[in-house]
Structures are given as structure tokens and as C-alpha cells.
């Protein structure tokens, strides 16, 4: 495993690299790190995949854009910058926030991407009318308005030595011990600048009158044209796998969908039960393949 960095401008994101074959992009969502992939990345390299996890846009000083742009747009714009690194076509895999950005990537650029894996997210486009069908998601994502607000977030996590990560990790992973995982997103989000950039995240998705915003409004509108991969945790504190049931359109993804419910598992799933979420993983590299 080799500590690389991925750069995008005067931005540079650290990336763990590890593997010799097809490129596969790794993804983080929030309150995490690139470096819990690491796992995942050697059971996909012993496959035969090269695998790439970089820091998202943010978690590390040298990646946090003086402009302040944690727009979806701009994280879209991060990847694709990667992927071009890597060949121009890529196999990739994204959990929580990297879901999202993944979902949005291959609605508006499926020509880079061979497969798509989503975890812990459910398919976007129709998430919006899928909450009014499941009002327990409500209150799930209450956090994600909270987030949104000035100064208190940052109090809140940052209490007691960042307790309110610690907080966040075990209301969406119940029943499980995170261990080393926890410490390591700690580690990250105690970083300078890092807790401030992650909730920009948050933050701009309120900001509907950016142009940026506006485009990706309609990229949520788009069909996704890459082989694609749903698996969400039957456990899941944050997001309800009962949105699962609104969400699923096959006619939305005609290069195909494919969708597990794992039990025994929440939101980090892919910590939580690793060698079955890997097994899934290569079985879906496996039906697409990158011409690089």
C-alpha cells in the first residue's frame, strides 16, 4: 500500500494506491477517510484491480480550496480530473458523500466509467419523492439540516474531543465496535481546516443560486448509463434501506442495476462486513470491463 497524491490545479489530494490491473477509484463519505478503504483495497487488489482511494475535496490541508467551493459540482470535477489520471476510464466505488458524487459523475460523464458501486446511498433521482413515502428518513437526516447552520456543528462535533463523530459512527453502525476505523476518521477530521471543510459539503447544497448548483440539479435528472451497483445495509441509522423500495427504477439505469440489502449491517457496511461487501464488489468489476 503506497501513500500517493492526486492532484486537481494547486489542490493536492492524498490517496492510498495499491494493486496492478483495471483502475478502480474508491470513494469516502462523511465522517470518514480515505484510509479506511484500505481493507476493501487489498481484497480488490488481491483480484487484480489497481486501486486508488483519494482524500475527497477537503480532508486533508493541502485539497481545502481557498474559494471555500464544496459544491457537488466541484467534487465532480475532482473526480473526473482523477479518472483522466488513471487512463480516462475507470471503475469506481463510492460510500455516503462518494455515492453521491458518483451517481452524478456517471449521469454526466458515463464515457469514464466502466462500473459504478454505490454504497449506503440509494439511486438519487428519485430520493427526493422516495422521502415522503418513508418519514422515518426525516428524522434520519436531521443532521444533515443542523449541518448546515453556522458555528453550532462544528461545537457539536468538535465537544470532548470530537465525541460527536464518535456519536454519528455509532447511531449509524449500531451494534458494532468501529475500532481502529473510528480512530482514523478522528485522526482526519482533526486535521486543521478539515471539520470545516467536510461540513461545507452540507453547507452548499442550500445554495441554489450558483449555476454550479443549478447543473447538477439537472444531472439528478439524467439516466445513468453505467452498469451499476446499489448495496445498503439492512442496519443503516442514516439512510432507511426502506427507501430502497421508492428508489429502484430499472428503466433509469439501461446499462443495468443491481441491488442488495446486506443484514447484519449499517451504514459502514463495507467495514462492518468486508470480505462479503468485496465479494459483491469484484462480482460486479467483473461485468464491465475498461478499455485503458
Known amino acids: 500500500m503506497k501513500q500517493v497524491e492526486l492532484v486537481n490545479g494547486h489542490l493536492r489530494f492524498p490517496a492510498l494506491l495499491t494493486g496492478d490491473g483495471e483502475p478502480v477509484i474508491l470513494l469516502h463519505g462523511f465522517p470518514d477517510t ?11 487488489a488481491d483480484a487484480g484491480y489497481t ?8 480532508y486533508a490541508p493541502s485539497c ?11 467534487a465532480v470535477d475532482d473526480l473526473l480530473v482523477f479518472a483522466n489520471q488513471l487512463g480516462g476510464r475507470v471503475h469506481l466505488i463510492g460510500h455516503d458523500w462518494g455515492a453521491a458524487v458518483g451517481y452524478l459523475a456517471c449521469a454526466r460523464y458515463p464515457e469514464s466509467f466502466c462500473t459504478f458501486s454505490a454504497l449506503a446511498i440509494p439511486p438519487l433521482k428519485r430520493l427526493p419523492k422516495a422521502l415522503l413515502k418513508v418519514p422515518e428518513q426525516i428524522k434520519l437526516s436531521g443532521y444533515m439540516q443542523f449541518f448546515q447552520l453556522p458555528v453550532a456543528p462544528e461545537a457539536w462535533l468538535k465537544r470532548d474531543g470530537l465525541s460527536g463523530v464518535d456519536t454519528l459512527w455509532h447511531r449509524w453502525s449500531p451494534d458494532w465496535d468501529p475500532g481502529l476505523y473510528l480512530d482514523n476518521a478522528r485522526h482526519t477530521l482533526g486535521e486543521p481546516g478539515v471539520l470545516a471543510g467536510a461540513l461545507g459539503w452540507y453547507r452548499h447544497l442550500i445554495r441554489l443560486w450558483r449555476k454550479e448548483q443549478r447543473e447538477v440539479q439537472e444531472w439528478l435528472g439524467l439516466d445513468v448509463r453505467v452498469p451499476t451497483q446499489v448495496l445498503m445495509g439492512d442496519n443503516d441509522g442514516c439512510m432507511s434501506p426502506k427507501l430502497l423500495d421508492h428508489c429502484l427504477n430499472n428503466d433509469d439505469f ?12 449499517g451504514h459502514f457496511l463495507h467495514l462492518e462486513r468486508p470480505e462479503t461487501v468485496a465479494e459483491r464488489l469484484i462480482a460486479h468489476l467483473k461485468r464491465g470491463e475498461c478499455l485503458v
Open 51 to 58: 486501486c486508488v482511494a483519494p482524500a475527497l475535496r477537503g
Open 254 to 265: 439501461p446499462a443495468g442495476l443491481y441491488v442488495e440489502r446486506l443484514e447484519a449491517a
Open 34 to 44: 480515505h484510509e479506511n478503504w484500505a481493507v476493501q483495497m487489498k481484497l480488490l
Open 64 to 74: 481545502q480550496p481557498g474559494s471555500g467551493d464544496y459544491s457537488l459540482h466541484a
